[in-house]
């Protein structure tokens, strides 16, 4: 599959036959043409007009066909927090879904942000902890690991790949700023322990959560586009959320708003620890969860092919620079440093 370009006449008369032996399995028919609105390096989409209503196919390369194997797992345990499926190909990384509704970016209701997300965080935390126990089972779907163990020694292989820091470049990072990190590579593993002992177990991770990755519909909240997803600190989803959220809608790092989210997402997880030892596992996990995402970018550029790959040239060392920053929740590099 990564060989094809999702262009490729072929690819497209392959997906438009099993598109249309999937509609009438269940119970549906096409009745017009298949347009293809989404085409990233990483994936496709494709928007299926029905007599049943609008379906959306995906297609992922390998580095993220085990989405095809999570979603069903998913919709099985929490089926209200997931987008309908129609059929998958778990082989090939492929999905028919049905419509969601509104994407929460797009959503026009008159109500803050700040409002959707205190109700988005909890609930999908949920999902979270539905999932703890059957961390093996998406291991071996392809759901890739990156567990707290693993994290040190992958951050010390990352700082000797001088292409991907883009060492010395103004887009990468500095060789003092190389040497900050390698003199942390103990504090950093120290953290990371840390983290393990107060207790909150690893589990499904999205790691790519913002408003243009959550459906609205009919008062849910529904998280979509897993191709992302690891295995990990559940808390280093809010890595992506709350920063993505404070630079979209101009909340302080730190601020009111940001701490607002920051309870609510923590609140369910009440189960495992104390309110104040999850405020502790949460600021650990800001700096952790910043290396998590830095890595989960390596993974994705070192196997994108060159020309692909320069688009995303300062990917990896973004991360390195907010670890080094080093902000309260919902800091940003905003290039100063």
């Not at 419509?99 to 026009?108: F, M, Q």
């Not at 209701?109 to 997300?117: A, F, K, L, M, R």
């Amino acid at each position: 599959m990564d060989d094809i370009s999702w262009h490729d006449p072929a690819f497209l008369a392959d997906a438009t036959t099993w598109i249309d032996t999937r509609l009438a399995n269940a119970g549906l028919r096409r009745i017009g043409p298949i347009e293809q609105p989404h085409v990233a390096w990483w994936s496709t989409v494709l928007r299926v007009p029905t007599d049943g209503g609008v379906l959306w196919f995906k297609a992922a390369r390998a580095t993220e066909a085990h989405e095809a194997r999570l979603t069903p797992l998913l919709a099985s345990l929490r089926p209200a927090a997931t987008v309908e499926l129609v059929a998958t190909d778990a082989e090939r990384g492929w999905l028919l879904e049905r419509d969601a509704g509104t994407r929460l970016r797009d959503l026009d209701d008159g109500v803050p942000q700040v409002d959707h997300w205190e109700q988005v965080l909890p609930q999908y935390a949920e999902v979270q902890v539905a999932l703890v126990s059957r961390v093996d089972e998406m291991l071996a779907m392809g759901v890739p690991d990156r567990r707290l163990a693993r994290l040190p020694g992958e951050l010390a292989e990352l700082l000797e790949e001088p292409e991907l820091l883009v060492l010395g470049a103004a887009e990468g990072i500095s060789n003092e700023q190389r040497d900050l990190l390698r003199e942390g590579l103990p504090a950093f593993a120290d953290e990371c322990r840390r983290l393990v002992e107060l207790g909150v177990p690893e589990t499904i991770q999205h790691d790519d959560l913002h408003d243009g990755n959550v459906f609205v519909r009919d008062g849910r909240y529904l998280p979509f586009d897993w191709g992302d997803a690891c295995i990990s600190h559940p808390f280093h989803t809010l890595v992506v959320a709350l920063r993505a959220g404070a630079y979209k809608q101009g909340w302080q790092p730190g601020g009111p708003e940001v701490q607002r989210l920051l309870d609510a997402y923590l609140e369910p997880w009440q189960r495992f620890a104390p309110l104040a030892q999850l405020h502790e596992a949460a600021d650990l996990a800001r700096r952790t969860g910043t290396i998590q995402r830095t890595l989960a970018w390596r993974a994705s550029v070192k196997g994108m092919p060159a020309e692909v790959r320069a688009e995303h040239v300062d990917s990896v060392p973004y991360g390195l620079r907010l670890y080094l920053l080093d902000g309260p929740w919902g800091t940003w590099d905003d290039g100063s440093f």
